[in-house]
């Protein structure tokens, strides 16, 4: 079926490293991505992963792809206060037409 | 120069009134949709087209009704609004059906029906 699944909040202190994670259901998906959507804003594309990689860096951003357990996570080295938004994990599911779809994101709030 | 642009930005309507969103995108994408997200940002696909034929049609009332002119162009008209349609409504397209590269989305357009 098609569900991604996220936790939904994660606090962190500027200048850690925060990590948000994602698992998914169809297997067969070859591209996953992560989307940052900050307040009053659209969804804006950060990064996405290709179904054969298992890593991705991206300057502050590492992506990491575990297919067998279906489990993406992001990680944002350096965590500043600009980075504070709802970060959406998203799969292509392929059950007849390919559609993307969302997890409920989860929202990052940076502090001091 | 933007991508995916949305009008209007802002809609606030009473309940059984008729209105229109209009998307357009600039991209060069063959392939286009609509999201709704509701008040607790959950994104659910409404609606995607694909070279003006309608290729996605999820489980969505019929009061909503797209249609695309031509391939750079979705519009969404909603017939007797209701308050459970309040919601962000987002654009997106794509380079292909697949959407490999991702989706652009809009920035979103504000629906209030009160």
């Known amino acids: 079926g098609e569900d991604v699944e996220q936790s939904l909040f994660l606090s962190v202190r500027e200048g850690d490293s925060s990590v948000i994670n994602c698992t998914y259901t169809d297997s067969s998906s070859t591209y996953l991505y992560w989307y940052k959507q900050e307040p009053g804003a659209g969804l804006q594309l950060l990064t996405y992963?290709?179904?054969?990689?298992d890593m991705k860096q991206d300057q502050r951003l590492t992506v990491l792809l575990n297919k067998k357990d279906k489990h993406l996570s992001l990680r944002i080295a350096d965590t500043q206060t600009g980075d504070s938004a709802i970060y959406f994990c998203?799969?292509?599911?392929?059950?007849?037409?390919?559609?993307?779809?969302f997890g409920a994101g989860t929202r990052l709030a940076v502090h001091p | 120069d933007t991508a995916v642009s949305q009008t209007p930005k802002y809609l606030v309507t009473q309940m059984g009134n008729d209105k229109s969103i209009k998307c357009e995108q600039n991209l060069g994408h063959d392939t286009m949709y609509w999201y709704k997200q509701d008040s607790k940002k959950f994104l659910k696909i409404m609606f995607s087209y694909n070279n003006k034929e309608l290729i996605i049609n999820e489980t969505v009332p019929n009061r909503f009704s797209p249609k695309s002119p031509d391939k750079a162009h979705l519009n969404l008209h909603i017939n007797s609004l209701e308050l459970g349609d309040s919601a962000v409504y987002f654009c997106a397209s794509s380079q292909a059906r697949t959407g490999v590269y991702g989706y652009t989305f809009g920035s979103g357009t504000r629906l209030t029906v009160v």
């Open positions: 992963i290709f179904s054969n990689m």
């Open positions: 998203a799969e292509v599911f392929s059950g007849g037409y390919n559609k993307l779809i």
